[in-house]
Each structure stands twice: as C-alpha cells, then as structure tokens.
C-alpha cells in the first residue's frame, strides 16, 4: 500500500505503518492509546454540535490540552495562508 499524502498540509502518512504501532500499543499497556487520522474524522462527523466538534477538531489538530484549548481566544489563531497556526500558552 503507498503512503497517504493529506490534502491539507504536505505531509505524507504511512498507515500501514501507524496501524502496526497502534497494534503495538494495544499489546502494551505502558503505550499510549490514540485514534488515527480517519478514525478522528469519522468520529467528528457524527458530532452534530459546532462548538464541540470544533473543541475536539482543535485538540486534535493542537495536540493541546483541554485547559489550553479552553482558554484560546480569537487572537490566538492566525488562518493566514499557506500555513494556519494555533499559539498554545
């Protein structure tokens, strides 16, 4: 299977790959649990409140903790492109 190069960002994901380290994880319990890219996405198109799909679209996209993304403010996101940023505190 060929690597996936994400639409938005020039990024190339081997799922393959990333599926054998979560299998890995799985077996260990000392590894961290985490969703993969489609898995997230499928998941934030069944949640039908905007503020919170864009809550969890945020901490996952950041990596920020829920304090931190809890207390962004409109001057914390810069959407200018060609590549928009969050300034986590």
Same mark, same amino acid.
């Given at each position: 299977?060929?690597?996936?190069?994400?639409?938005?960002?020039?990024? &190339?994901?081997? !799922?393959? @790959?990333?599926?054998?380290?979560?299998?890995?994880?799985? &077996?260990?319990?000392?590894?961290?649990? !985490?969703?993969?890219?489609?898995? &997230?996405s499928?998941?934030?198109? !069944? &949640?039908?409140?905007?503020?919170r799909?864009?809550?969890?679209? =945020?901490?996952?996209? =950041?990596?920020?903790?829920?304090?931190?993304?809890?207390?962004? =403010?409109?001057?914390d $996101?810069s959407? @200018?492109?060609? !590549?928009? $940023?969050?300034?986590?505190?």
């Amino acid at each position: 299977m060929l690597p996936v190069q994400s639409p938005q960002l020039p990024v &190339v994901i081997d !799922y393959p @790959a990333a599926l054998a380290l979560r299998q890995m994880s799985m &077996v260990h319990d000392e590894l961290p649990k !985490y969703l993969l890219a489609p898995e &997230v996405s499928a998941l934030l198109h !069944y &949640v039908p409140d905007l503020r919170r799909k864009m809550l969890l679209a =945020t901490l996952w996209n =950041t990596g920020a903790r829920i304090n931190e993304a809890l207390a962004l =403010t409109r001057g914390d $996101f810069s959407l @200018a492109p060609p !590549y928009p $940023f969050v300034q986590l505190a």
